[in-house]
């Protein structure tokens, strides 16, 4: 996520009280009361109380916590399925709690589509007809909407399952046409309550990743509820994670993990593999020296002697990664009489982006105990990983 990023929603001071006495409930909350505390005194549930965050246009943003922590009632609050007892709700300029009924449905037609935990597909109707119904219902026309749903039925890997019945897709296929009927609607927020609980675990995690690639190919902002923190960790951009309908943390996997609010969250993590959080990024030093391509192999033996090197990166001079030379072969070539380090340079060395998990960089180190290159999407050069400095990492956020 961009620190440019436009803000889709901002959502400010958001309660909901459920009961006939919101108002009491609220004085007491004010008073500094929490939720067991009003429930035993007014018979009130404090469901959601002040909750106040921002989602930026094409996020993936994960509300998480345990059951009866708020989320699912959060969500519902969005496009008021539940109606908010105190708070605004802000999308591309309009206050949803302040909208009359026709706003209202109007909106939701705009800016919401939903996806549920139990896929709500209807087994009379095709992977097709499902997938139209919402166009259907707003009354879009036949022709554009057949169109709209099968663009929709192909993004999400279900090309030429048009005419079959639900009952004859797996749990995962039929999560897929629920998650198409949400994208033929375009609307400009997609809500997934629990999308993929349902569905057993070797399939949750394959959704999981249609996700996040459907995410980088159409940047749709979209929160996803969940309860699974692996989950959160796995596919969110920022986590939000809530406790008896406050918020707790806001924050990305990266912040929470290693930075605990409080002892509640540090307890919620406990546990997690930081092997698999932690990237090359977080444990990548600078290079101490490298060639450029146009030096000689002499020049080179001097760079390597002056550093304490046994290889050095070659580079362009705007950083891009060209090869590794030996200090034995340039030897060789200045023996050799060579004028350029161009016949010696390789690249038998490994390389990864500063996103790559730590867990995948253990085995890349090989008998030589060679550094990993770390590039940019450019291939520019941003610094490199000793083996040393991924158990120090790793050690470190251990003991934080």
Known sequence: MSESQTTKIQVRGLSKVFGSQPKKALELRDQGLKRPEILEKTGQTLGLSNISFDVKEGELLVIMGLSGSGKSTLIRCLNRLIE??????????????????????????????????????FPHRTVQNNAEYGLEIRGVDKAERTQKARDALKQVGLDGWEDAMP???????????????????????????????????????????????????????????????????????????????????????????????????????????MSRILTARHAMRPVRATAREDDGPRTVLRKLSENGLDSIYVTTRE??????????????????????????????????????????????????SRPIAVVDENQRLLGVVVKGAVLAELAESGER
């Not at 090869?323 to 038998?348: F, N, R, T």
């Open 167 to 273: 009952s004859q897709l797996s749990g995962g296929m039929q999560q897929r046409v629920g998650l198409a009927r949400a994208l033929a609607n375009d609307s400009s927020v997609l809500l997934m309550d629990e999308a993929f609980s349902a569905l057993d675990p070797l399939i949750r995690k394959d959704m999981q990743q249609e996700l996040l690639e459907l995410q980088h190919r159409m940047k749709k902002t979209t929160i996803f509820i969940t309860h699974d923190l692996d989950e959160a960790l796995n596919i969110g951009d920022r986590i939000i994670l809530l406790k008896d309908g406050e918020i707790v943390q806001i924050g990305t996997p990266e912040d929470i993990l290693t930075n605990p609010a409080d002892e509640y969250v540090a307890r919620f993590i406990e546990g997690v593999d």
């Open 84 to 121: 908010p007892t105190e708070g605004d709700i802000i999308i591309d300029g309009e206050n949803i709690p302040k909208l009359n009924e026709k706003e209202l449905l109007q909106c939701r037609r705009r800016h919401f589509s939903m996806v549920f935990q139990n896929f709500a597909l």
């Open 319 to 368: 950083r891009k990664l060209l090869g590794l030379v030996d200090a034995d072969a340039a030897d060789q070539a200045a023996k050799d009489g060579e004028q350029s380090i161009k016949a010696i340079l390789h690249d038998d060395f490994p390389r990864v982006g500063p996103d790559e998990p730590l867990n995948n960089l253990f085995a890349m180190f090989n008998e030589k």
